[in-house]
């Protein structure tokens, strides 16, 4: 057969435009759904803010009233709230230091280094995440049944301790994952040159590698901060519940709607959903495509490895 | 000098067993082969970033089998330069003389005579994004220079290059060459590049090198193995041989010592 004349007729040119159209659309009626659905959410809680402050407050005045008499506001000046605020600002900040503190030399030793087992880690690594929530928090808490966890028991388990220890627990495994990723986009070649030009390996990471890690560092940090200020079930169980004490904003919604404050439980969680949205926009923002490589875990491309020509 | 001596290399799954070759002090090594041959392990080998299973290397007439990466003394360029991303120019080319601890005068005075060798003076204050490929190989080049080896690793350093760029940038390595008189090993696919620079040429095939073309004044003791033909490149000095090489060494004061070796 004569070179330009081809197997078969493709499908005429309408059909084929037409077919994509379908296939584009198709994708994005699907995924549009599950974005409709959170924004449904966000949504429905604001309105449900507006609607329920609206009805409290009357007259002219009624839309400045509904701002300063809205459950937020009433919220914000309650003690317990506050104290929940700001436990949860202070135990989301140590645990998310301490995460990244982990996973920086874990990361880089789960990227760069090959050794026995190193999967079977990897993967041992994913267990905080796939975990129930409430069998991690029923986890730490038998762990402090043993020494020498038990001599720090008293001190820990139903303590402020225990807030940070059982975000730290759930929050280090995605700081971990994230600067894996990251370790894994810096081309391990500049490494290797570093060493040939005199550096240890102590000094070719802090002067190669570590600056060229600060933007995966920054998403980790946010991350493991916002992953915290999420957790729920590993603090009810190992920290408790306490007001004034262990209380942090995921468990004042939670005693809210126990005493039947419904208002007060949404105002609390438009606190966490503004804090979230911060955290996720500065991620977004400082880590720019790195803050995205946070969940494809072994995946991710692995540049300059065993190469040979 | 580089020399392998019956060296073993194995890397996973892949294996290069009884590898021996001889590049004489001051040569320019050109190692050819198909890709996947381990050309590139070889490289890797003598830089250090690779052990050995058995088997000696030698860099001059020291070996240096087990000896760390930071103390062989060898300059590596690697494919894409592998720049410092968050380093100016200025820094890389000073990067290994400031970890050995060198006075700052004295680093400022090696990056001035890097940026007139290489041509990159305009360069020195900008970082690697933006350079173009010729130019972040300069930069590679110089960085790998810097401390003054005994000898240059290249490993397919002008592969990305275009024609014109790759043509001036063989120009430049063959006068590096002349002035610095550095050992080299230069992986490549090029036989265009082979034919500038190679003095010994040689192959990897089946896990073995072969010398296709012996160094000026040596005598082959193989014979070759491919049906390649490629001329050989005289341009350079015959008696490359026999130059000396200058070794910049710091010293505990943090000046540089210049030594005269064979």
Redesign the interface.
Known sequence: MAVGHEYGAPRKPLAMALSDRVFLASMGVIGGVYVLLIAGMLAADVLYMVRQSLAASSGSQAWTAAVTESPIVDALRDPKIRYSIRLSLISCTLSAILSVFVAVPLGYLMSRVRFPGRRLLDAFLDIPIVLPPLVVGLSLLILFQFAPFSWLAPHVVYQVPAVVLAQFSVACAFAVRTMKATFDQIDPRCEQVARTLGCSRFQAFSYVVFPEADRGMVTALTLAWARSLGEFGPLLIFAGSTRMKTEVLSTSVFLEMNVGNLEAAVAVSLIMVAGAIIVLILTRAVGGEESSSLFRGGNVRERGGARRS | MIRLDHVTIT??E?ALRDVSLTIPSGGYGVLM?K???????IL?TI???RPVTSGRILLGDQDVTDR???L?G???V?Q?G?????MRVRQQLG??LS??GVDKGLISQRVGELTEMLGIGHLLDRVPTGLSGGERQRV?LG??L??MPRVLCL??PLSALDGETRGQMCELLAEVRVRTGVTTLH?T?SLDEAAQLADPLLRLVDGRVAVEHAASGDKVSEPPVSDAKVPREKAASDDHAERSTAVVRPTKTGRLDIQSSP
Request: no cysteine; glycine share 14%.
């Open positions: 890397a996973g892949f082969g890709t996947g041959s381990g050309k590139t392990t890797e830089l250090g970033l760390n990466p930071a062989r060898v300059g590596y690697p894409d592998a720049l410092f991303s968050r990067f290994a970890i050995r590679a960085r790998a810097s401390f490993d397919e992986v696919h």
